[in-house]
């Protein structure tokens, strides 16, 4: 397994991110998009470890948290020490009725994260990403809320999954912010145990440091 730097930041993670959004199935698209069970999650997590795989994705949203409940619950049982993986989480995608129980506000991110920690058995996140676009929060507010998060120890690494022209930040004063795709080298997907014991086969794009030292694009 080879790793590169997570954006443009020093921490290592494999090439090959194993994403968990078909962990438990749920209700709705999850349902359809898949439904391992935490037997399968433990023996994919299994392979994945064993091929050198320390990269796992998530969201709260996936299968309402129980993706994240599941791969908390698989590196439980696998007895796998918490500094050998890299866990990344996504915040905000709906997660309840309310009308703040959605998007990029400081609210949301900061009523999110206790949650998703619990769901995983952890006290920290090594990558909180942003879900989607916000076109209401000012993106000072967003950025502000995550650096928060990294003070406070719950976070040590934040990023984006999609931007838009004109609300990326420009460039980002903070050191931890880790922009996608460099944030997520290859996309996150779910193989079978078998192809991740044949890893080497998987194509992946290398993800290229920026050119100058603002945050990795």
């Given amino acids: 397994m080879?790793?590169?730097?997570?954006?443009?930041?020093?921490?290592?993670v494999s090439q090959l991110c194993l994403g968990c959004m078909t962990f438990h199935g749920g209700s709705g698209m999850f349902k359809?998009?898949?439904?391992v069970d935490q037997a399968g999650a433990d023996d994919l997590i299994k392979h994945s470890i064993d091929a050198g795989i320390n990269f796992f994705?998530?969201?709260?949203?996936y299968s309402e948290g129980e993706s994240e409940k599941t791969l908390g619950q698989s590196l439980k049982h696998l007895n796998v020490a918490r500094k050998d993986v890299v866990i990344a989480s996504k915040v905000y995608g709906r997660t309840g009725p309310g009308r703040n129980d959605i998007g990029a506000s400081r609210g949301h991110i900061l009523d999110s994260i206790d949650g998703t920690l619990r769901r995983l058995q952890t006290d920290h996140l090594d990558l909180y990403q942003i879900h989607g676009n916000d076109s209401v929060t000012p993106i000072e507010e967003t950025l502000h809320a995550l650096d928060d998060l990294v003070k406070s120890g719950k976070v040590r690494y934040i990023?984006?999954?999609?931007?838009r022209p004109g609300r990326s930040p420009k460039p980002s004063p903070y050191p931890t912010f880790a922009r996608s795709p460099a944030s997520t080298?290859?996309?996150?997907?779910?193989?079978?145990p078998a192809a991740i014991s044949s890893a080497k086969s998987f194509p992946c794009s290398k993800p290229k440091r920026p050119a100058s030292?603002?945050?990795?694009?």
């Fill in 159 to 163: 990023g984006v999954i999609t931007g």
């Fill in 57 to 61: 994705d998530t969201a709260d949203v």
């Fill in 213 to 217: 030292s603002s945050g990795a694009r």
């Fill in 32 to 35: 359809a998009i898949g439904n």
């Fill in 185 to 192: 080298p290859c996309r996150p997907t779910t193989p079978s």
């Fill in 2 to 12: 080879q790793y590169k730097t997570l954006g443009n930041t020093g921490l290592l």
